[in-house]
């Protein structure tokens, strides 16, 4: 039984081809993973405050694009659970957050949404804490028994805040989605090799 050669042209020809679907599956690989990111905040992720800051701010990796009737930024901030009402203004790579009124004691959650430097929408969040100045009445006075309703408060509050508060505002591309992309494209190159190859036996 003979073994079949290829012409050096159909050779080249297929190295280029395969080539070509591994340049496009790593673009859309690299495509879901160069959005801007979050670099600093004020305040920090996790940070406890001795007092309330009268401002959040949020400073990316690029700048962020802002669109005319399209509210390219969306943050939701929230105390406890419970949604507070902010404004919030975006310049260059800040956006500064502003509380409608003074931020009292308790733990907050701050999500946001914005549009990255290459036009896709970047979702994230962080979590920090206001110390009350003295204890209040109430917290001196309290029973030993509160602590289970505590527990259990804040055992709900962990299972909100798992998800996503400002996926009301719109969807995003999931970078999955680039990769499934990819994927496809890949696939069918390889489909096309194989039915030339059937074709030149």
Do not use: C
């Not at 996790?46 to 390219?72: I, Y």
């Not at 902010?86 to 931020?103: I, N, Q, R, W, Y």
């Amino acid at each position: 039984m003979k073994s079949m050669t290829l012409p050096k042209t159909t050779l080249t020809r297929l190295s280029a081809v395969i080539l070509l679907a591994i340049l496009a599956l790593f673009t859309s690989i690299t495509a879901a993973s160069a959005h801007d990111e979050l670099v600093s905040s004020t305040p920090k992720d996790g940070a406890t405050l001795k007092e309330a800051p009268e401002k959040l701010t949020l400073e990316f990796s690029g700048e962020l694009q802002t669109m005319t009737g399209v509210e390219s930024t969306k943050v939701v901030l929230k105390q406890d659970g419970k949604e507070i009402e902010t404004t919030a203004a975006t310049k260059g790579k800040v956006v500064t957050v502003t509380p409608a009124k003074e931020l009292e004691a308790g733990e907050y959650d701050l999500a946001f949404r914005v549009v990255s430097s290459d036009g896709h929408p970047v979702e994230n969040k962080l979590a920090f804490t206001i110390e009350s100045a003295k204890p209040t009445p109430s917290m001196v006075n309290a029973p030993s028994e509160s602590a289970q309703p505590s527990e259990t408060a804040q055992a709900s509050d962990s299972t909100e805040a798992s998800q996503n508060p400002v996926q009301a505002a719109g969807s995003s591309m999931s970078p999955v989605l680039w990769v499934v992309i990819g994927v496809v494209i890949l696939g069918g190159v390889i489909a096309v090799l194989a039915k030339f190859m059937r074709n030149n036996k």
